[in-house]
C-alpha cells in the first residue's frame, strides 16, 4: 500500500537557520505529492505541490523537489521566521490507491526568535 | 467566502455517550472527507462522501462510528457509545467538482477541526 514516512519532531531552529523536512514514500501507480501546513488551532492547508518527477513545488519560500530515483519530497526554506512555526505534513495521492490520500505524521517545527 | 465550518470546536464527554460531530462544507463542493487526527496514529481518514453517497468508509474504526450527509451542506460523524481511546481532533474537509479521475488532494480544503476528549 501507499505510505508517507517523515522526520520525527519537533525540529528546532533560531529565526533565518535553513530547514529541511525530510519525507520519503512508497506508491503504487504515479502519485502526486504535497506538502500542508497546519497552523495551531487550524486544519490544514496546502504549501505546494508536485505532481510529476522532477518538479518543483515552491511556496511562500518553501520548496520541495520530486525525486523518484530516492522517492522523496524533501521540504526547505532557506531563511525560517517565527511565523513558519507550525506542523507541517507530507502526503501523496496515488492513481494506485483509489487517490485516497495518504499522510505522514507530521513535523512540528519551532522557530525562536 | 465562509470555508468549512465544524462544530462544535471542542467536546468533553464520558465514556458511553453518544458524541455528534457536525460539518458545513464550502457551497459548491460536492465531496466531503472526515479525517482523525492523534499523536499515535496521525492523520487517519475515516471516509470520504461523493455528491451525498458514501464512496469509501474502509477507514471507519469499527461499528460504533457512522457518518451521514443527508444534504449536500450537511454532514454528521456519529460516535455511539464512545470510549476514551476515541479522544482525537476530527477534521471535516471538502472539495469542488472534478474533471477526471479521483479526489485530488491539493483541492481539500480543511475545517478547523472538533477536539474531542472522551473521560
Known amino acids: 500500500g501507499n505510505s508517507v514516512t517523515q522526520m520525527e519532531g519537533p525540529v528546532t531552529l533560531s529565526e533565518e537557520a535553513f530547514l529541511t523536512i525530510n519525507c520519503t514514500y512508497t506508491?503504487?501507480?504515479?502519485?502526486?505529492l504535497f506538502w500542508y501546513v497546519q497552523y495551531p488551532g487550524e486544519g490544514l492547508q496546502l504549501l505546494l505541490k508536485a505532481t510529476k518527477a522532477d518538479d518543483k513545488g515552491s511556496n511562500k519560500g518553501f520548496e520541495a523537489t520530486y525525486r523518484k530515483e530516492t522517492t522523496s519530497f524533501h521540504l526547505e526554506k532557506g531563511s525560517v521566521q517565527v511565523s513558519d512555526s507550525a506542523v507541517y505534513f507530507c502526503?501523496?495521492?496515488?492513481?494506485?490507491?483509489?487517490?485516497?490520500?495518504?499522510f505522514g505524521r507530521g513535523t512540528s517545527l519551532i522557530v525562536h526568535p | 467566502d465562509a470555508g468549512v465550518i465544524q462544530s462544535p470546536r471542542h467536546e468533553v464527554t464520558e465514556m458511553g455517550q453518544e458524541v455528534t460531530l457536525r460539518c458545513k462544507p464550502i457551497s459548491g463542493h460536492n465531496s466531503l472527507f472526515w479525517y482523525r487526527q492523534t499523536m499515535m496514529r496521525g492523520l487517519e481518514l475515516l471516509i470520504y462522501?461523493?455528491?451525498?453517497?458514501?464512496?469509501?468508509d474502509s477507514g471507519m474504526p469499527e461499528d460504533r462510528f457512522s457518518a451521514k450527509m443527508p444534504n449536500a451542506s450537511f454532514s454528521t460523524l456519529k460516535i455511539q457509545p464512545s470510549e476514551p481511546r476515541d479522544s482525537a481532533v476530527y477534521f471535516c474537509a471538502s472539495t469542488p467538482p472534478w474533471v477526471a479521475g479521483g479526489p485530488f488532494l491539493e483541492t481539500q480544503y480543511f475545517g478547523p477541526g472538533t477536539r474531542l476528549l472522551v473521560l
Open positions: 502526503a501523496l495521492s496515488a492513481s494506485g490507491g483509489s487517490y485516497i490520500p495518504t
Open positions: 462522501f461523493n455528491n451525498n453517497v458514501p464512496i469509501d
Open positions: 506508491a503504487t501507480g504515479y502519485p502526486s
